[in-house]
């Protein structure tokens, strides 16, 4: 079960208990990689790539799962863009609160602590998001993140949804929002609060090698006039089929 599932029924039982005026938890739907992804019911199907491979208009590289393999485990990567391809479909539950507004780490906290009590000191106010991969649209119960606590160049994989913060990414509010622009993206479980982990593809790396470059959690990186972020660090997405 995902986060959003939980966060949901939580919801759902507040509703119960409180009345309509409790308000439910709801987020947008809308269609990504393939035509088909994107038409259900709970969580908004998107295209996540990174800003150096391409911009909001032209993301020519897609965040993918390798080989389209559904288990626990198997590395996330980049590759071509196409509206063919369920590899490169992932739900993304932004984890909305009752105002319709992405939930910050502290109000997904106060229903599901997950978080170190550092993670809500540093993070509270910033937005959180789970990346479900879902082919053709159909959610799996197996989520972006990583095996165990976050170290430098620890690679990127499928893992269980709705379990540990290893599954959950915080927007670095430093940067710009990651709706309309390109953010850090935070492990969930992140130790490291002067140069947090960060979402990462792999430095000299390109898309289209063999054997193909596995994305990683690496210590947050700056050129000397900060917060200007390194672009391999950098993350957008896009809705609706790709062509």
Not at 50 to 61: D, L
Request: hydrophobic share 40%; with cysteine.
């Amino acid at each position: 079960m995902s986060f959003k599932s939980k966060v949901l029924a939580a919801a759902a039982a507040l509703t119960l208990v409180g009345g309509a005026g409790a308000g439910a938890l709801t987020a947008s739907t809308a269609n990504a990689a393939t035509p088909s992804c994107g038409y259900g019911f709970a969580e908004a199907c998107i295209n996540i790539f990174n800003h150096q491979f391409g911009t909001h208009r032209h993301p020519n590289f897609l965040m993918d799962v390798w080989r389209q393999g559904q288990k626990v485990g198997q590395p996330i990567i980049l590759f071509r863009a196409s509206n063919t391809d369920p590899a490169l479909d992932f739900t993304a539950s932004d984890l909305t609160n009752a105002n319709g507004s992405p939930m910050t780490v502290a109000e997904f906290q106060a229903i599901d602590p997950v978080f170190s009590p550092a993670t809500l000191v540093q993070y509270g106010g910033n937005f959180v998001y789970e990346f479900q991969y879902s082919p053709y649209g159909v959610d799996s119960g197996l989520c972006v993140g990583i095996p165990s606590a976050p170290f430098q160049n620890e690679k990127v994989s499928l893992q269980g949804c709705g379990v540990t913060a290893r599954t959950l990414w915080i927007q670095d509010s430093n940067d710009q929002t990651f709706f309309g622009g390109y953010v850090p993206l935070i492990s969930g479980a992140n130790t490291n609060f002067t140069h947090p982990f960060v979402l990462t593809y792999p430095q000299n790396g390109y898309p289209t090698d063999v054997p193909r470059p596995q994305l990683m959690v690496r210590e947050l990186q700056t050129y000397s006039n900060f917060p200007n972020v390194y672009n391999n660090q950098l993350w957008g997405y896009t809705v609706g089929p790709i062509f």
